[in-house]
C-alpha cells in the first residue's frame, strides 16, 4: 500500500495539476445585480448599438459644420434657433440648412447637423437667432451611434471575474441575465485529535482548530461554497465516512492536519482508495507534507496541518487548480517593494515568506515577518508574501522583491 | 444662490475631505464565521497563551538534550521509553532523567522534556530502549508554551480589512465574536430624462442606467450596504425628495448624472439646501462636474454622468471617504507596468486612463484602452488604472507607469 512519489517543484505539481485536470464548467444565468465577483461563462458581444442615436457630449448648438466655417468673436455667424432638442427624446425634427438646433448634454442631434458648438461659444439674440463664435468640425462634442457599441462587438471575454465596471458595460447593453460559472463547493475536513473548535477552551495538550476557519475564508474570498465538516478524530474508519460523504457532496475536498505519521499514513490510504495519489511532498517551505489525489475529476488534497503551510499550499496550489476546473482568468500581479530584512533561505526547497508592506514616500517597504514554521501569528496581519527560489541561498536587505498581495 | 467655488485639485479635494468629514464609527460584534471583509473595529489582543503547551513540531522522541550529547550514528544514546504523549492529551508523567518519551507532531512535551529528536535520527530496539543517532541542541523541534501567542500581545490593529488568514489568528485565540465597524449604507440615485432602467430597451433619444448598478457593484465590492433609489426623472421637486429621503436612511447618497445645466443647477440648490456644497468641479480628466456637499456629517456628492468620470470620481474620492468615516485603512498598492502605446494629456488636469494588463514573461505590459469620453466599453474588462499629471504633456511608449488594479 505504500506509494513512492518523488517529491515535485512547484512547477512540476502546476504541471501536472494541469495535466490531470480537465475543465469542468456548468453555465447557470443570474440576474445582473447577483453577477459581481462571478465568473464569466460565455463570451458577451453586444446585441444593439449603444448608443442607438447620435449624441451631444456638451450643452450647446447642433449645426452643420460649414455653416459655422470661418465664423470668430468679431464676425459671430448667425443662425436661426430652429428648435429645441429635450433630453430622452426624438429631436422630432431634420435641421433645416443653415439653422442650428439647442441641444443638452447626451441629448439626441437632429438629422441634418454634424457637429455641436459648445454654450459658451455662442449668444443668444433673443430675436430666434444664435451667434456663433467658433467654428465647428464635423463630428465634433458629439458620440455616433453605435460609437461605444455595435451589434456584434465582443465586451467581455470568458473566464473573467466580473469587477464592478464590467456590470457598468452589461447594465449599457442591457444584458440583465448574465451566464457565470455554477459556484463550486468545496468540503473542507480538519482532522486530529488535538484540535477543539475554535469557541471552545483547548484543554492540556489541544490547540484550537484554525485551518477550519482559515480555509473556509479563503474559499469564500475566492467565490466558493464551503461545506465544513468540523474536526474529525484520528479513526481511519470514520475518517474515511467523512471523506466519501464529502466526495459525494462537494466538488473538491481539503484534509487538513493529521501531521502525525499514522494520520499522514492513514489520509493517503483514504485518498488512495476514493481515486488515485496523483503527488506526495511538495518542495516548498513551508507545506512539503502535502498529497494530492483525485476521485474522477474532483481534487482530494491532504493539506498540511501547520496554518501557515496549510495557507501556502491552497494560495499556491489549490485556488489554481480550482480555477483550471472552472476556466477562471487568474491574472497574478505582484508589487515591487524593498525587503528591510535578509533573510536566508534552504537549499533545494522554494522558500514563502509572510511579509508588511509600509510606504515610505512612493517607495514600498517589505518587512519579512519572522517566527518559527507554523505559528499563525506569522500570518495575522499580513499584507503580502514573496518567495525564495530553491537554488537562492537567501535575499539581502535591500532587494527589490515581488510581493503578492494578501492581506486587507 | 449661485455659489463660486474654484476648481480644486485631487491633492485638494482629499485635504478638503480629511478636514470636512470626521470619523463616526459605530462597532458591532459578528461572529467570526462572517468577518471576514469587514473593518476590525479595536485592536485585538490575546487573553491566552497559544499554544498552552510546550509542543513537538515533529514526529520523535522528547529527550533532555544534555543526554543525547556526543551521540552519532556509530555509538547511539540508548535511552529507556518512559512513555509515550498521546495527541491531544496531557503527558501524564514527567521525563525521568537519562530517558525518552515518544511524542507525535503537535503533541505537548512532557515536564524536564527540552527538546526533541526526529524519529528519522532515532532506532526503537524494541526492549524497551530507543536508541538516538544525533544529539538534541535544548529548545529543537519544539514550540513553547506562547511561542504563538501570549496574553497582552497585539494580533491585530483595528483599521484592518479583515482577510482569510486574519480569521485564522482569530480562531486559534478564540476571538468569535468579532467587534467590526457596523456597515454603511450608501444611497445611489440616477438622474435624466434620457435613462431608462438597463432591463429595458431605450426609445428614441434614450439609454440605460448604467451608473446605477456599476455605483451598487463598486459599494458591494467596498463592502457597503447600497439602497438604490432608481432613475428620477429631472424635475427638481422630486429630485429634492428623493434626496431628503436618502439623507434621512443613509449614511451618504450619491447622486449621478443631471449633466445638462439645469439639472446641474438644481442638483447644486438641492446639496445646498440639504446642508452645504464643499466643492464644486475637480480639476481631473475625466470627472470635473463633480460636485461635493454635505449634511451634518454626512456625504452628498454629485457625480458626473457619463459612466467614466463617475467611476473615477468613486473610485479616487468617495470610497476614500467612507474609508475616513469608518476608520478603514485604505492601503493603495500599484503595480510597475511597460506603457505599450503613447498617451497625449491636457494640460492643467491631472488624467485618468484605464488599461488592460498582460504578461510577456516577466515583464508586466499595459494597453490603454482608447475611446471618446463617456463610453462605457472604455471601462469594460479593464484591468487597471493609471494617471498622468497635470503638469506632464503626456508619456511616450514605453514609459514605466504605475497601474492600480481594479479589474477581475
Known amino acids: 500500500m505504500t506509494v513512492m512519489l518523488h517529491v515535485k517543484t512547484p512547477e512540476e505539481v502546476l504541471e501536472l495539476i494541469k495535466q490531470e485536470f480537465v475543465p469542468a464548467v456548468e453555465i447557470e444565468k443570474v440576474p445582473l445585480s447577483s453577477a459581481l465577483g462571478r465568473v464569466l461563462a460565455e463570451d458577451i458581444a453586444a ?7 447620435d449624441r451631444s457630449t456638451v450643452d450647446g448648438f447642433a449645426v452643420r459644420a460649414r455653416d459655422t466655417f470661418g465664423c470668430s468673436d468679431a464676425i459671430p455667424a ?41 454654450v459658451e461659444f455662442t449668444e443668444d439674440y433673443a430675436d430666434g437667432t444664435i451667434g456663433i463664435a467658433k467654428s465647428a468640425a464635423p463630428g465634433q462634442n458629439m458620440i455616433f451611434r453605435g460609437d461605444d457599441v455595435y451589434p456584434g462587438k465582443k465586451i467581455l471575454q470568458k473566464g473573467r471575474v466580473l469587477s464592478a465596471q464590467d456590470i457598468g458595460a452589461l447594465a449599457a447593453i442591457g444584458c440583465v441575465q448574465v451566464p457565470v460559472v455554477k459556484r463550486q463547493t468545496v468540503g473542507v475536513i480538519s482532522t486530529g485529535d488535538e484540535l477543539v473548535p475554535c469557541q471552545e477552551i483547548p484543554g492540556p495538550g489541544q490547540v ?75 518542495a516548498i517551505k513551508p507545506g512539503k507534507p502535502t498529497i494530492l489525489g483525485k476521485a474522477g475529476n474532483k481534487p482530494l488534497v491532504g493539506l498540511p496541518g501547520h496554518p501557515v503551510a496549510a495557507y501556502f499550499i491552497t494560495q499556491l496550489f489549490v485556488l489554481p487548480l480550482l480555477g483550471i476546473l472552472t476556466g477562471r482568468n487568474m491574472p497574478a500581479y505582484t508589487v515591487t517593494a524593498t525587503l528591510q530584512e535578509s533573510i536566508s533561505a534552504n537549499h533545494g526547497r522554494a522558500q514563502y515568506h509572510c511579509c508588511r508592506l509600509e510606504y515610505q514616500g512612493s ?19 499580513t499584507d503580502g508574501y514573496f518567495s525564495i527560489d530553491r537554488d537562492c541561498e537567501g535575499l539581502p536587505q535591500g532587494t527589490r522583491i515581488q510581493v503578492t498581495i494578501c492581506g486587507g
Chains 1, 2 share one sequence.
Open 363 to 381: 517607495q514600498l517597504l517589505a518587512y519579512p515577518i519572522r517566527g518559527k514554521s507554523g505559528l499563525i501569528t506569522t500570518l495575522a496581519g
Open 47 to 53: 446585441r444593439e448599438f449603444v448608443p442607438d442615436f
Open 208 to 282: 484550537r482548530d484554525v485551518n477550519g476557519p482559515m480555509l473556509e475564508a479563503m474559499l469564500q474570498s475566492f467565490g466558493v461554497q464551503v461545506i465544513n465538516y468540523g474536526i474529525v478524530v484520528d479513526d481511519e474508519k470514520k475518517l474515511g465516512d467523512t471523506v466519501a460523504l464529502a466526495v459525494r457532496q462537494c466538488d473538491a475536498v481539503l484534509l487538513s492536519g493529521g501531521s502525525s505519521v499514522g494520520v499522514k499514513d492513514a489520509a493517503c490510504r483514504i485518498i488512495q482508495s476514493m481515486g488515485q495519489i496523483l503527488l506526495h511532498g511538495i
Open 78 to 118: 448667425i443662425l436661426p434657433l430652429q428648435g429645441e432638442v429635450l433630453m430622452g427624446q426624438a429631436p422630432g425634427f431634420a435641421l433645416a440648412p443653415e439653422s442650428c438646433a439647442a441641444v443638452p448634454t447626451g441629448g439626441a442631434i437632429p438629422e441634418g447637423a454634424d457637429s455641436v458648438v459648445m
